[in-house]
């Protein structure tokens, strides 16, 4: 054991970046009144925007510019007003602020989203539609991904110990995101957002929003790598880790990094379905890329959970886990797209007449 261990690698990486802090505030600072002021200029700044577009390049170059002073001058009234707003009905306020201590899992969270927005913004490009949508879409995900990713581990791995403590629900800052939880979320924020759209289909839709999801999944399993947790089982393999920070005997032994292996899954997953959106010119058989996703995400996925530490108190009660249950269905649910609701043929005949 002593020299499997010496073989092991390591992990003791800080999951926090730096700390700063804390600060004395100029003046008293109310959170809620951040966030009333935030829903106030976000939807005075929405009216904005649905203003028409002028005429002439001038002339859209300079409503261009006073748009976006517009925007600000918004953004800061709003923020001045939710203060107002919060002093007059007493909310808490806040005199120092942090210590700041952001996180590798914070960070690769949001880069997550930037490079959804990134591949994002060509596949948008390519079908002829706006940035400015795309925006709105990834706003709608983003809310759909964390509270979907939030309930369904209320509700699938702790749902007895929320019930109990109710007021813990919201509170994601402590842990506590399923990723299959996520998946239905985004799927219901699809399902909406493709109806108040025009000129989109959900398959449309979906397609184009698990290119990027792909590959955020690798990003925030690398994260989660950087918090040592969804560990696996001790291993005595050559690339077993060994997490010195959890406590007592577990960090001592060479575990299997499960989260490395779903994040390298990410990774498959990404390089797969944006070789067949590629092999299509950008205009893939509606469903397909969704489809593919489904059976090779969660496929793989059924198969790590064995080497993976139970999360749900119950799962050791079972040879298939929590986490292979919520698989299934959604193994199940993509084949049936890909196989029977699909048109390969007919989409493959469209694209070699546009070529």
């Keep these: 054991m002593l020299l499997l261990l010496l073989e092991s690698f390591t992990w003791n990486i800080d999951p926090e970046i730096f700390t700063l802090g804390p600060f004395n505030l100029p003046f008293p600072l109310s959170i809620p009144g951040l966030v009333i002021g935030g829903a106030i200029a976000w ?7 649905k203003k028409g577009e002028p005429k002439g390049k001038k002339s859209k170059e300079k409503k261009e510019t006073s748009s976006e002073l517009k925007f600000w001058g918004i953004v800061l009234a709003g923020l001045i007003i939710g203060q107002l707003i919060a002093l007059m009905i007493g909310l808490s306020t806040i005199e120092q602020f942090g210590p700041i201590s952001p996180r590798w899992y914070g960070f690769l969270f949001a880069m997550a989203f930037v490079s959804g927005y990134w ?22 995900v983003l809310i759909g991904t964390v509270i979907g990713a939030r309930l369904g581990h209320v509700i699938f791995y702790d749902l007895d110990y929320y019930l109990r403590n109710l007021s813990q629900i919201p509170a994601i800052w402590n842990g506590g995101l399923a990723s299959h939880g996520a998946a239905v979320g985004i799927i219901i924020t699809m399902i909406v957002l493709s109806k108040k759209k025009p000129g989109m289909t959900f398959w449309w839709l979906a397609d184009r929003v698990v ?23 001790p291993t005595d393999l050559p690339w077993g880790v060994i997490f010195s920070r959890l406590p007592g005997a577990d960090g001592m032994i060479p575990r299997h990094p499960t989260m490395l292996y779903e994040a390298l899954l990410c990774i498959f997953v990404f390089i797969v ?14 469903g397909s890329l969704f489809g593919l996703f489904l059976i090779l995400l969660f496929s793989g996925r059924f198969f790590l959970e064995y080497t993976k530490i139970p ?31 699909v048109k390969w043929k007919k989409k493959s005949n469209e694209q070699v007449e546009a070529a």
């Design 211 to 233: 290119i990027p999801t792909a590959i955020g999944g690798a990003f925030i399993r690398t994260g989660n790598f950087f918090n040592s947790e969804i560990y696996g089982h």
């Design 311 to 341: 999360q749900a108190a119950f799962a050791s009660e079972w040879s298939v886990n929590m986490g292979q249950w919520l698989s299934v269905p959604l193994v199940l649910i993509g084949l049936y797209i890909v196989f029977a609701k």
């Design 43 to 49: 939807f005075a700044a929405q009216s904005l925007l």
């Design 273 to 286: 379905i944006w070789t067949v959106y590629k092999k299509y010119k950008a205009h893939p058989p509606e």
């Design 119 to 140: 591949i994002g913004a060509k596949m948008w490009t390519d079908a002829g539609r706006s940035v400015q949508e795309l925006e709105n879409v990834l706003f709608w």
